[in-house]
């Protein structure tokens, strides 16, 4: 199996940073996409930013210029650094990555458990 364990959440004021973590360990051969997505309470999860295992990176309009997503691959480590951050940014962000975990079958999707970010005006 493999583990998410994301880190990194917390209060911050509008205008603030804060940098998430989320490492993947387990029976990994390899990773694909990794990723960010994030709850707001009453709302879907919806994609933050995610970035494939060549480096290729997409991110959702609202957060564009604020947000930065890497990875280190020797690490199984995904980042996503926020900066100027909004009310609207509060939410549960949880951490995905599709991993192989075997050499001859389909990559399979994980989750983490989610850490909350909450942004006051």
């Known amino acids: 199996q493999v583990q998410l364990v994301e880190s990194g959440g917390g209060l911050v004021q509008a205008g603030g940073s804060l940098r998430l973590s989320c490492a993947a360990s387990g029976n990994i051969v390899s990773i694909n996409n990794m990723g960010w997505y994030r709850q707001a309470p009453g709302k879907q999860r919806t994609m933050v930013a995610i970035?494939?295992?060549?480096?290729?990176?997409n991110y959702v309009d609202s957060v564009k210029d604020r947000f930065t997503i890497s990875r280190d691959n020797a690490k199984n480590t995904v980042y996503l650094q926020m900066n100027s951050l909004k009310s609207e940014d509060t939410a549960v962000y949880y951490c995905?990555?599709?991993?192989?975990?075997?050499?001859?079958?389909?990559?399979?999707?994980?989750w983490g458990q989610g850490t909350q970010v909450t942004v006051s005006s």
């Open positions: 995905n990555a599709v991993v192989q975990i075997t050499n001859w079958g389909l990559p399979r999707n994980y």
């Open positions: 970035i494939t295992s060549a480096g290729s990176i």
